[in-house]
């Protein structure tokens, strides 16, 4: 049986309306949603490949930490946790400014604020970029 689910590609903050493709639980196509107000049925080339990377062998699931020079799974707390141990680390070993974030076109505007209000107010830099490559 074939499903079409409605949603909102997850490429970029613009928000264009798509078409996901289900048959038997499984991805199988990317089309415009034609009345979407954002796109109005048109779709970049990475829309139109959305599909593709849900079901790839090669997407990670969960977190990982390089440990004696092997990368292994670790719970989503452990990783926060050495993540900020070793921010705060170079933070006061350095000074805020030896740490830098980059952003994701991916992500919404509310979520680069946020992202920019975390650099600023909790490492205390303004070096914040973002790869808008869309």
């Known amino acids: 049986m074939i499903n079409y689910i409605p949603t909102i590609c997850p490429y970029c903050g613009t928000g264009c309306g798509i078409l996901l493709e289900e048959i038997d639980g499984t991805l199988t196509d990317t089309m415009p949603l034609k009345t979407s107000p954002v796109n109005h049925g048109a779709l970049c080339i990475k829309g139109w490949n959305t599909h593709e990377f849900v079901h790839s062998e090669k997407r990670l699931r969960q977190p990982m930490i390089r440990k004696n020079g ?9 990783a926060i946790d050495f993540t900020a141990e070793n921010l705060g680390k170079i933070k006061d070993q350095h000074g805020p400014d030896a740490l830098a974030l980059l952003s994701c076109a991916r992500a919404t505007n509310e979520e680069n ?5 975390f650099a600023r107010s909790v490492i205390g830099t303004n070096n914040v970029d973002h ?3 869309v």
């Open 70 to 78: 092997n990368l292994q799974e670790v719970s989503w707390e452990e």
């Open 113 to 117: 604020f946020l992202f920019m209000k």
């Open 131 to 133: 790869c808008a490559r």
